[in-house]
């Protein structure tokens, strides 16, 4: 069984690097419908990491207004206004490591591009 597992996986490992070779020779120019535009993988990239940054920043804002009414409903609560201060402050750094990733996924891109 082990064997067949590995003949399976080199079979299918030569496969892979053997069909962007095959596909490369295979010029198929197929007409493209109106309207469609060409778009670089870097692009799409771009584009998901724009829409994910925008919803980590809605939720960022919510767990923000959450912490805030945490602490206003403390209310002297010295247990309750550390939770709320834990929140806010864990959404800050979960900011901050949102924002730092997206600089390293930028750079990558960028890369990729050139």
Excluded at 2 to 23: E, P, R
Excluded at 62 to 86: D, E, R, V
Aim: glycine residues 8%; positive net charge.
């Amino acid at each position: 069984m082990k064997k067949l597992i590995i003949f399976i996986i080199i079979l299918s490992t030569v496969f892979i690097l053997t069909s962007s070779v095959w596909a490369k020779e295979q010029v198929l120019d197929f007409p493209r419908p109106k309207g469609v535009v060409e778009t670089s993988l870097p692009e799409v990239l771009g584009k998901i990491i724009n829409l994910a940054l925008y919803l980590v920043g809605g939720v960022a804002v919510l767990f923000l207004i959450i912490g805030g009414f945490q602490f206003i409903m403390a209310a002297g609560n010295p247990q309750g206004a550390q939770t709320a201060k834990n929140t806010v402050l864990y959404v800050i750094i979960g900011l901050v490591i949102v924002l730092l990733s997206n600089v390293a996924v930028q750079f990558i891109i960028q890369k990729l591009a050139s």
